[in-house]
C-alpha cells in the first residue's frame, strides 16, 4: 500500500506555512532523492496568486526550483497546498491540474482556527486517490 | 547543432520516456511543429488555439516564454527549452 511518511519537521514547517499565509492559498514543494520517495528539503513557494480560492506557482521561482532538483538528483516528492476555507480534498480545480504522476499531493486545511487538517493523495488521469500519512519522529 | 528541448515526465509518453529530445526551427512554434513529425501528439499538448497552454510554461534557456514572444519567440541552434506543466489548482 501507498503511504506518505513524512519527517516531523517537514510537516510542522508546511502547516506553519499555510496558517503563515492563511486566508491566501499556501503552497510548495518536498525535494527528496529521485526514486526514493523519501521527502528531505522544504521549499515554500510563492503563490502567485496571492488568492484564498486558488494557488499556481510562479513560474520563474518553478524553473530555478526544478532546475536545483535536477542538478541535486532530487524530484518533487510532496507537492502541498492549503484550503482555507474547505476541506483537506482535491477539487476539481487541483485533479484538472495535477501534473507531477509520481508526486504525493498533501493538501492541507486551515478552515479551523485550531485543528489543521493534513491529508495526501495520488492523483493520476483525474483519479485521486488518499493514502495515509505518517509523521516520524 | 539543434535545439535542446527538455520534457516533463507527464509528456514523456510522446517521445518514448525520453527527458530530453532535440528539434529545429527558427521560432518556437516551428519548433514545436518539427519535434510533431517525430513525436506525434506532443504539439497538441503544448499548444491550443494557435497560443500557449494555459497551465504549461515553457521557457527558452531560463526564460519564460510568456514574457518574450510566445509562440513567435526566435530560438536559435544550441538554445535549451524547456516545458514544464504549471503546478496550480484550489479549492474553486
Redesign the interface.
Known sequence: MIVLTIPRELYDKIVAHARQDHPDEACGVLAGPAGTDRPERFIAMTNAERSPTFYRFDSGEQFRVWQDMDDNGEEPVVIYHSHTATEAYPSRTDISYASEPEAHYVLVSTRDSEATEFRSYRILDGVVTEEPVTVAE | MAIEVRI???LRTYTDGAKQVEGTGSTLGELFSDLEQRHGGLQDRLIEGGGLRR?V?V?LN?E?V?FLDGLDTPVKDGDTV?V?????????
Open positions: 516533463p515526465t507527464i497551465f510554461n521557457y531560463d519564460d510568456r524547456t514544464l506543466p504549471a503546478v496550480a489548482g484550489g479549492a474553486r
